[in-house]
């Protein structure tokens, strides 16, 4: 794979469930070190550059740093692990490959990383409906490969967090899949358009916060008190969002398409975006010859559901990267997309 | 009344796009208010100094906004797919006129396979009267906006109906209970919002602006003196609806016990409301900053969400005194 897409790999291999985000907040911090004006994090954890500008406002863009995972409920007597999700579709954990883990900023003694794998009962005991009806949460469990709960104990405890392991790797097409592209693929290009102001030395006309938000899946609530302290004039939240495109969705019910450019928001279920900021963004796009593409079915909500209502409001504007299979262990974008979002972004940021 | 609901109603503004109905509110309220304001999110603040020393903070507040459609895609032969935009009932608002923000017309239909419990955004189109997507695209554009076309009709016994009565019949009783009021002690802003039919957005943001010691909505509220209706006291011509409570907010109850006070004093004939399904801009009033007493006079209003809302103007006529005694008194 070509040098453009390690960051966004190193970021879709760093480990950031809901609540745990550290990993990849120290690859972000660590990638903008020396580059933002001032960088800092905030009481819940969300991690913010800023790039000062010319003083016109306070823009805002934000990507969410975690990605959806479980946590661990308990530990039975076999040395099994029960499980509660945070974003994840139950039906397509089972057979996975899992890592459980936490950290000591998030009060555990030290850092731990075991790897595990989702199991449920085998087809050859299943009785009565099990059969017949997809896993529930609590149908599954992780087998760590302990011997009993005392086994497990040396390496996990109730609370720690999990995540699936997934490979970064590139597909026919121009496709790429990998893990947690829903958001790190936003926290990417956040990265390289911090980088890109500096290497350009451009100076935006207004104060550029670049918030890696956390809590996402969780009910947005780093965004919500991210944007309270801001107290942006406008906001671009970055995302993936689900494409449906896939053969048994009929066309008019079709999210967006990959290869397309970046889906811009129209309305989802937590926020009606600014109507000026989706016209601008298209007409940006039209300007500079940028694929962009409308989102089109209306579902999910991002942080722009809490962005948007901060304070006096907040216009918001969302772009997308298409993206297959989001919410489970594995998403797929197309890289085009990847330029062409961040191409947007920097027109939108510096006019 | 009629002449300022027709305005409100034909200036379309569907959650999100509520630019037309505020130039309509601003208009009307100019020359009688201090200070007339926009916000981030497209709010309108209209702001009434009042003549004490020490003027406490009183919101009142309408939702401008009206349910409707977005335009999510156009077929090859020219049909238009949308999804809603607030509580769509699609039985209601099916075989209807639908007016587009920028006026074309079409209706609202079913595909031919529909059952009717399979009725949804995704079993209904929109037809413009286009073959083609080509001719389709020269017209309607997808995010935009569209409602059932609005229409009003006057009734026997002063009552009227159509839509979108809720909730520009209660931006027309804010609107006319500025124009009458004269004097008054408290500093008064009165919020004309944005976005309540999608969850209270609005109301949110201009709350936070205001920072009300007390605030008052007006919105519609429905009724239970209908063939089948569930049980519900508030009726048609009852007067004023005092809300004690709905599924979003319980009102403050000195504001509840301080509205019933005037109307009594006053002669205004009212009533007291207890709405099981449904909630107001008012739950956001009253979680502004460290919060306000808040509470909702209510304009009883029958098949809320629909083409033919209907509403009695004595009542509506009521609830602008109620507003008018209290803000004077």
Request: aromatic share 6%.
């Amino acid at each position: 794979m070509d040098a453009k897409f390690e960051l966004l790999s190193k970021l879709s291999h760093a480990f950031g469930p809901t609540g745990c985000e550290y990993e990849v907040k120290d690859i972000i911090k660590e990638e903008i070190e020396g580059l933002a004006d001032e960088i800092y994090t905030d009481r819940l954890g969300n991690l913010i550059a800023v790039v000062r500008g010319k003083g016109e406002g306070r823009l805002m863009l934000a990507a969410h740093t975690d990605e959806v995972g479980f946590m661990i409920t308990n530990i039975d007597d076999d040395g099994t692990l029960r499980i509660d999700a945070v974003g994840i579709d139950p039906r397509v954990m089972c057979g996975r490959q899992v890592v459980v883990g936490n950290d000591p900023r998030n009060g555990a003694k030290e850092k731990t990383r075991v790897y595990g794998i989702v199991g449920s009962k085998p087809i050859h005991l299943q009785g009565g409906d099990e059969g017949s009806r997809a896993n529930r949460i609590e149908d599954l469990y992780i087998d760590i490969g302990a011997t009993d709960r005392g086994d497990a104990e040396k390496y996990v405890q109730p609370g720690d967090y999990g995540t699936f392991v997934t490979e970064f790797k590139e597909l026919a097409g121009g496709l790429i899949m990998g893990k947690a592209i829903d958001d790190r693929f936003g926290c990417a290009v956040m990265v390289e358009t911090i980088k890109w102001l500096r290497s350009e030395k451009v100076t935006p006309p207004c104060d550029v916060y670049f918030a890696f938000t956390v809590r996402e899946e969780n009910g947005l609530s780093g965004a919500r008190v991210a944007a309270f302290e801001i107290n942006p004039t406008k906001a671009i939240v970055l995302e993936a969002t689900a494409v449906a495109d896939i053969a048994e969705v009929p066309d008019s019910m079709r999210v967006a398409e990959l290869g397309k450019g970046g889906a811009i928001s129209l309305m989802d279920r937590a926020t009606i975006y600014s109507t000026e900021l989706v016209n601008h963004a298209f007409e940006v796009a039209k300007k500079y010859g940028i694929k962009c593409q409308p989102k089109r079915y209306v579902s999910g909500g991002t942080d722009a559901g809490v962005i948007h209502r901060t304070r006096e409001g907040v216009p918001t504007l969302g772009i997308s990267a298409p993206c297959r299979y989001i919410h489970s262990a594995t998403s797929v974008f197309h890289r085009d997309d990847y330029d062409s979002v961040c191409q947007l972004v920097r027109h939108l940021i510096t006019e | 009344m009629i002449e300022l609901l027709k305005k409100l109603f034909d200036a379309q503004s569907v959650s999100g796009g509520e630019s037309p109905v505020m130039d309509v509110i601003g208009a009307e309220l100019c020359g009688f208010c201090d200070e007339i304001k926009r916000d981030a999110l497209g709010n309108l603040i209209a702001y009434k100094r009042g003549k004490s020393q020490n003027p406490r903070r009183i919101m009142l507040a309408a939702h401008a906004d009206e349910i409707g459609f977005l335009v999510t895609y156009i077929e090859d032969k020219g049909f238009v797919r949308v999804t809603p935009i607030g509580g769509i009932h699609w039985f209601a608002s099916c075989y209807s006129p639908v007016k587009f923000e920028n006026g074309v017309m079409g209706v609202l239909v079913p595909d031919a396979d529909a059952k009717i419990n399979e009725y949804g955004a995704e079993k209904f189109y929109v037809d413009i009267g286009c073959s083609d997507r080509e001719s389709a695209e020269k017209l309607v554009k997808i995010g935009m906006r569209a409602a059932v076309a609005p229409q009003l009709i006057e009734l026997a016994g002063g009552r009227i109906a159509g839509r979108p009565l809720d909730d520009k019949i209660g931006c027309a009783v804010l609107i006319e209970a500025m124009k009458r009021l004269k004097e008054h002690s408290d500093d008064i802003y009165c919020a004309f919002t944005v976005q309540e039919e999608v969850g209270c957005r609005g109301a949110r943001t201009a709350s936070y602006a205001v920072m009300p010691d007390i605030s008052i909505a007006c919105d519609v509220t429905g009724v239970g003196d209908t063939p089948g209706s569930k049980h519900m006291a508030v009726k048609l011509g009852g007067g004023a609806a005092i809300k004690i409570k709905d599924s979003s907010v319980i009102c403050s109850p000195e504001i509840v016990a301080e509205l019933t006070k005037v109307a009594e004093e006053n002669g205004i004939k009212y009533q007291h409301e207890i709405l099981t399904g449904g909630g107001t801009d008012t739950s956001q009033m009253q979680l502004a900053g460290e919060g306000s007493v808040a509470g909702c006079i209510s304009v009883p209003s029958r098949y809320i969400h629909t083409a033919v809302e209907m509403c009695d103007l004595a009542d509506v006529e009521a609830c602008v005194q109620l507003f008018v005694s209290y803000l004077s008194r």
